[in-house]
């Protein structure tokens, strides 16, 4: 009985997962896509695109998975191929979605760090060469975990429910793998956002004592505040969702980090202490999917002015029939 309150975690937190998530990240893609937020098409190409693949994950790793796991056991989704397809579109959404941080990050890094590169880096055809090299290497590289999984059991000729392959543990391709997908995802972007972001603080500390030696020239003192200005907003931007990032993953680097260290993958019960951090992981680097648009709201005034604009409208279009009929 004492561990009915740890699946009631689970059975209340994805349905208010998805019920926030998807609501959130199709704001955001409407909103953003309009190109009235006062950013560079090249980074809201990149915001768009996040938030569509943060969409796809809610969609398939909570809903189809999690969601439909725990309320429809037994359904459609169940069955051992449409179950391997669920997981495998899962790991890709999730690759693509943390890798499009990376790059946004990168991206940001070029602009404020890279003066002679950001002419060529930073515009609209490469972000949308960059975004899609990045899904399409995050769907290729994940295909092979539809072919890892097997029936639980078989009836009236259906397979149902998806385990791993005992080869899944056996194999030297699959153990090469499971390396190579974890290094993937979410190892090399967490250190790669933190380097990149130290670099960034690193060149802004440096640029704002240069900018101090340059303040007694009065004419171009005002330039810069306007240059200032329209960095700080940006920096902004990318420390809140790379710092959002980082902190909601951790959990989850931490659970990988332990197991792989302690190579010790037994969990006995739902009280026990390593099920108990890798579903908190889990669970904290799902919420991640959902967190962007908040930041948005919270940074960007002309975002809360699009996303006011939304409100009103339909609330406007009904006083105006209303007000017709009379």
Known sequence: MHELPKCLVFIIYYPILAAIGIPANLVAIVILSRGKCGLSVCITRYLVSMAVTDLLVIITAVILNRISGIYFPGSFLSITPVCSLSIALTYAARVSSVWLTVTFTFDRFVAICCQKLKIKYCTEKTATVVIGTVCTLGCLTNIPWYFIHEP???????????????????????????????????????????????????????????????????????????????????????????????????????????????????????????????????????????????????????????????????????????????
């Open 152 to 326: 639980i059991y078989i009836v009236d000729n259906i397979p149902w429910y998806c385990r791993l392959k005992d080869i899944r543990y056996t194999s030297l391709f699959w153990t090469a793998y499971d390396w190579f997908d974890r290094i993937l995802t979410p190892c090399a972007p967490f250190v790669l956002i933190l380097l990149l972001n130290a670099l960034t603080v690193r060149h802004i500390l440096a640029a704002s004592r240069a900018r101090t030696r340059l303040r007694a020239e009065s004419n171009r003192e005002k330039q810069s505040d306007l240059e200032m200005e329209s960095r700080r907003k940006s920096i902004v931007l990318l420390f809140t969702i790379s710092g959002t990032f980082i902190l909601l993953w951790m959990t989850y680097v931490v659970q990988f980090l332990y197991v792989r260290i302690t190579n010790d993958y037994n969990i006995k019960s739902f009280s026990d202490p390593k099920f108990i951090l890798q579903e908190s992981g889990n669970m904290l680097q799902l919420l991640s999917s959902c967190t962007n648009t908040f930041i948005y709201a919270a940074i960007q005034k002309k975002f809360r002015e699009e996303l006011q604009n939304a409100f009103e409208y339909p609330l406007n279009m009904i006083i105006k029939l209303i007000i017709r009929n009379k």
